[in-house]
């Protein structure tokens, strides 16, 4: 499904991709999802409060494309082409209908957190070794006229990061809580993943996933189980620091030896970088387009019509209609294009996370001797702490490329959440009578 969604991960030559005006890779992953839509009766019966968040999501779209052809020149059609990516969330039943228990769960994460190790470690070789032929990678990513530069080093070509981003977090809990017995060869390889997703998201360079990414390894660090964990992160913290004060103190330049480095250089100078205009002018521009209809919302906005200009479609559409498909400010793309009824879904997805996390999290712990649904749970409660802190500049609710791994995580979420109630009430029914108990006692 993912393999489909997103076109092979540049595995594949553009030609075996996409026939113009015949076939796209990712339209045929519509195609297989819609194989699934009579599933959706039965799904809801078993993930109602799922089930609702999905199909109101779709509700959402087809709103937004009403609302695009009221406020823009374009039709239903056009409308409904320019979003198709989103209708991607109904993989969800996809995802349901094969992944149909906990035991099945644990292979797909196992099997994709291996999968996803090997391709991130792929783009960072690919990142030295540019012309190896493993990626067929867009035109002019590591050239000399990269616009992929910063620091005057060229980022890691780092797409669908948040996929592999989602199992470095279950990954994590497991490291620091270690609910799971493993073999050595099996931490050797756990360990190795989490290696190599850190190196991906330091050479990506991109603060909007440096950041959230910090942010949310602190969390897990400070809200572990284990008391020694905590302490390590505190002593982590006061180690980094240090090195940071002894590296100044030492330091023959201006730069401390942390600063010369690529994490030291994105956490401490951040600021010396060029100011974003494009993101500057989709604040401006999402703010002003919200008012224009607080609640729905002004719809999305095909611009196929200027995307051929040599001068660029986007700066077309904005003169034109004061308005352009941008993805680089989230929360407030949703606030224009979805109004307040859109925040209002992204609350409910977050809501939900937090409300039902901490809910398996307290009856896991009672009823004992389920560690893969704990890390599970936690690790996917992390990883929304990083999208909740990412989404304010990536778009993930609202972009294809952002929202595929968004399903996954909720059917994985879904199928954690009826196993434990089907343990719970399992164990409430083998319990003893009260007084039973009482006379024993």
């Not at 030492?250 to 401490?268: A, N, R, V, W, Y």
């Not at 904005?318 to 879904?345: H, P, Q, R």
């Amino acid at each position: 499904m993912l393999f489909l969604i997103h076109e092979a991960f540049y595995l594949l030559p553009t030609e075996m991709l996409i026939a113009p005006g015949v076939f796209r890779m990712s339209d045929a992953g519509l195609i297989f999802v819609s194989i699934f839509i009579l599933t959706i009766p039965k799904t809801f019966s078993l993930y109602s409060e799922e089930t609702k968040m999905i199909c109101s999501y779709i509700l959402l779209m087809i709103l937004s494309v009403l609302m695009g052809s009221h406020f823009f020149p374009q039709s239903y059609y056009e409308g409904i082409l320019n979003i198709r990516g989103n209708f991607y969330w109904l993989s969800f039943f996809v995802y349901i209908a094969l992944i149909k228990n906990i035991e099945h769960a644990v292979f797909v994460v196992k099997v994709l957190t291996l999968l996803f190790g090997i391709y991130t470690l792929i783009l960072i070789v690919t990142k030295y070794f540019p012309n190896l032929g493993i990626l067929q990678l867009p035109r002019n990513v590591y050239s000399k006229h990269s616009t992929l530069k910063r620091f005057g080093e060229v980022r890691l070509f780092f797409p669908y990061g948040s996929i592999p981003i989602l199992f470095f977090f279950i990954a994590l809990v497991q490291s620091i809580n270690g609910y799971i017995k493993e073999t050595f060869i099996a931490k050797t390889m756990r360990f190795s993943f989490m290696i190599i997703v850190c190196i991906a998201i330091v050479l990506s360079m991109t603060r909007a996933v440096i950041y959230p990414a910090l942010i949310s390894i602190t969390f897990a660090f400070i809200t572990s189980k284990k008391r020694s964990v905590k302490i390590a992160g505190i002593v982590l913290i006061v180690l980094f620091a240090s090195y940071q004060i002894l590296s100044i103190s030492i330091s023959t330049g201006e730069e401390s030896l942390l600063d010369k480095t690529i994490i030291g250089k994105m956490i401490f100078k951040s600021t010396e970088l060029a100011e974003e205009q494009g993101r500057k002018l989709q604040l401006n521009m999402y703010l002003t387009q919200f008012m224009r209809s607080p609640i729905t919302g002004v719809g999305n906005f095909a611009v196929s019509r200027f995307v051929n200009q040599k001068d660029g479609g986007v700066l077309q559409s904005y003169k034109a209609f004061g308005f352009f498909n941008g993805s680089d400010m989230g929360y407030l793309k949703i606030l224009a294009e979805n109004g307040l009824v859109g925040i209002a879904w992204v609350l409910w997805w977050y809501f939900y996370f937090y409300r039902q996390g901490n809910k398996l999290l307290k009856v896991a712990n009672k009823l004992g001797n389920i560690p893969f649904v704990e890390t599970l749970v936690q690790g996917l409660q992390y990883f929304t702490v990083y999208l909740l802190f990412s989404g304010v500049t990536l778009a993930h609710f609202v972009h294809p490329r952002g929202i595929t791994v968004l399903p996954l995580a909720l059917a994985l979420m879904a199928i954690a959440r009826r196993t434990v109630n089907e343990l719970a009430e399992r164990a409430a029914k083998e319990a003893p009578p009260l007084f039973s108990r009482m006379e024993s006692a």
